[in-house]
Nanobody, 119 residues
Framework: VQLVESGGGLVQPGGSLRLSCAASGFPFSTYTMNWYRQAPGKERELVASITIPGGSTNLAGSVKGRFTISRDNAKNTVYLQMNSLKPEDTAVYYC?????????????WGQGTQVTVSS
């Protein structure tokens, strides 16, 4: 199983970034996909989720109206579009996959990608 994030970097306040997470090794289309983030000295927090099969989304209050989560099941990829970025969005962003296999929860994580919002 692999989850490989990309798209992080340094951006000025008000700018945009799009994170991608390419998945392999599990039935991607049957898993809920999440983006978490962890800032220095803080706990990891859930930023956005996209479920199956309908693809309904949930966003943390701090990013509503600025971030969008989407998925492409044909490409086994989930995206996080981040607009109007703020310094407080600075964190390592992690891709997470959750699914049930024979009544057992499967939980997979990527290695993380750094997002830094600074002038």
């Amino acid at each position: 199983v692999q989850l490989v994030e990309s798209g992080g970097g340094l951006v000025q306040p008000g700018g945009s970034l799009r994170l991608s997470c390419a998945a392999s090794g599990f039935p991607f289309s049957t898993y809920t996909m999440n983006w978490y983030r962890q800032a220095p000295g803080k706990e990891r927090e859930l930023v956005a989720s996209i479920t199956i099969p309908g693809g309904s989304t949930n966003l943390a209050g701090s990013v509503k109206g600025r971030f969008t989560i989407s998925r492409d099941n044909a490409k086994n990829t989930v995206y996080l579009q981040m607009n109007s970025l703020k310094p407080e969005d600075t964190a390592v962003y992690y891709c997470n996959a959750q699914g049930m296999v024979l009544f057992s929860l499967r939980d997979y994580w990527g290695q993380g990608t750094q997002v830094t919002v600074s002038s």
